[in-house]
């Protein structure tokens, strides 16, 4: 019976956390996206984020958005400095085709910094992916 169980494996869906400029806040911050590189869209994302190490953990947050087009992206959250310091944890659930998917991303402790920065497609803003 198990050999009749499919699990889709997610491709083409991303988390970026992208450094970009604040008007309100005339500073520099780091935002969470969802990046959907597939050539279809996806429905019912939910994104649940925390952030941890040994000895702390944050909230958990949880954020829902109902489609994301295909080769596009939606923002997430802000990430304050404080908690980049810590793991990052964002836990991607969507359906496409027909079928739930999941995926785990992390940014590791110390991994989000400005020397790690690349040029994020579709965005085209600097960031970094996670794993």
Avoid: C
């Amino acid at each position: 019976m198990k050999k009749d169980i499919e699990i889709p494996i997610a491709k083409d869906v991303y988390i970026a956390l992208i450094h970009e400029w604040n008007d309100e806040f005339l500073s520099k911050d780091w935002n969470a996206y969802i990046i959907n590189n597939r050539t279809t869209p996806i429905e019912m994302a939910i994104i649940v984020s925390k952030g941890y190490d040994d000895e702390v953990k944050t909230s958990t947050m949880r954020h829902a958005i109902g489609l994301i087009g295909a080769k596009t992206f939606e923002k997430v959250e802000l990430v304050q400095e404080e908690v980049l310091r810590l793991n990052n944890e964002f836990f991607v659930t969507y359906y496409a085709d027909n079928k739930l998917y999941e995926k785990r991303f992390v940014f590791e402790k110390g991994t989000v910094s400005e020397q790690n920065l690349i040029n994020i497609p579709l965005i085209e803003k600097d960031g970094i992916f996670a794993k």
